[in-house]
């Protein structure tokens, strides 16, 4: 098990790199006191527990339970690995966010603004000193800011781009959700060989059918190279999902087949890959072939 802390100047980030990593699928704890790391390592640890990394943000919100942080990382990182991400911003960039956000800091209660950060920078340079990873968030746009968690997350074995492969079927409707979509009609189709016409895309027949098929390894050589490149600039850009659909008539036979395909390929370059099929168990209908049977029917 993993658990990142993340900690660091007020106004500096922290809630939104602590988005980031939940949209990457790991349990995510915002203000969380520092004498319950602990607990829930324990929690995390229990046989059966739907999460294997966590990332807990712990400052000085906390108040007096604060001080206690290291003293319980020394304890916790017995039983788990331990990384700490720190985020700091120069003066004028959080004396910026402050007013726009129009948002007391923490530690104002009897001081001004800029007294405040620079009292809280010196409760913080003991973690600073002991963080892994040290983000200045100076500058930095919501999207730089989390790309360079991510790029965080990947240096410590952090979670993968997860990739949906959806196919579909053209008549009932394409999926809103989709952020590629590839036509796949231009293949021949299994609906007009009687033979094949009753099963789906899952039935290896149906696959050394379309192998056959003129046109599907140019298809597959261009389409691999594409997404090749894609991925990767996927999660550079901070992207944690996406969804690749593939779409024929009906969306039983060639949708279905290609997303199996581009998911088993992408499952073994080390991606967390999903498939769904839309419209597979839609009812087959016995149709006589059309004198160009390539480009019609499902």
């Given at each position: 098990?993993?658990l990142t802390v993340?900690?660091?100047m007020?106004?500096?980030g ?16 915002d203000?969380?006191?520092?004498g ?5 390592a324990?929690?995390l640890l ?19 339970w604060?001080?206690d ?12 690995e ?6 700091e ?5 959080l ?22 950060i ?5 409760q ?19 999207w730089?800011l ?16 997860h990739?949906?492969?959806v196919?579909f079927g053209?008549k ?14 231009f293949?021949r ?6 033979e094949?016409a009753?099963?789906?895309g ?9 192998a056959?098929?003129p ?5 597959l ?5 594409l ?5 990767p ?25 290609l997303a ?18 839309r419209h597979i168990?839609k009812?087959h209908?016995?149709v ?8 019609d029917g499902?």
């Amino acid at each position: 098990m993993r658990l990142t802390v993340i900690t660091g100047m007020s106004g500096a980030g922290k809630s939104q790199a602590l988005g980031a990593f939940e949209d990457a699928g790991w349990f995510s704890v915002d203000n969380l006191p520092p004498g319950l790391l602990p607990s829930l390592a324990d929690l995390l640890l229990l046989d059966g527990s739907p999460f294997e990394s966590a990332a807990v943000v712990c400052d000085v919100r906390g108040g007096a339970w604060f001080g206690d942080l290291a003293a319980v990382l020394d304890e916790v990182a017995e039983r788990v690995e331990v990384q700490i991400l720190f985020l700091e911003a120069g003066d004028d960039d959080l004396v910026r966010r402050f007013s726009e956000t129009r948002r007391p800091h923490p530690l104002m209660a009897a001081v001004t603004l800029p007294e405040a950060i620079e009292l809280e920078r010196r409760q913080m340079a003991g973690m600073r000193e002991r963080a892994d990873v040290v983000i200045d968030s100076s500058g930095l746009s919501i999207w730089d800011l989390r790309r360079a968690v991510f790029a965080a997350m990947t240096q410590s074995d952090g979670p993968r781009l997860h990739v949906d492969f959806v196919s579909f079927g053209f008549k009932h409707g394409l999926p809103r959700d989709a952020d590629l979509v590839f036509d796949v009609r231009f293949l021949r189709n299994p609906h007009y060989v009687p033979e094949l016409a009753p099963l789906t895309g899952l039935d290896p027949r149906v696959g050394e059918f379309l192998a056959a098929a003129p046109a599907m390894q140019p298809f597959l050589e261009r389409l691999e190279a594409l997404l090749d490149f894609l991925l990767p600039a996927y999660v550079e850009e901070g992207k944690s999902r996406v969804s690749v659909a593939f779409g024929c008539t009906g969306g039983r036979h060639r949708s279905v087949a290609l997303a199996e395909m581009m998911a088993e390929r992408y499952r073994h370059q080390g991606y967390d890959v999903s498939v769904f099929h839309r419209h597979i168990d839609k009812p087959h209908t016995a149709v006589a072939a059309p004198v160009d049977a390539d480009q019609d029917g499902t």
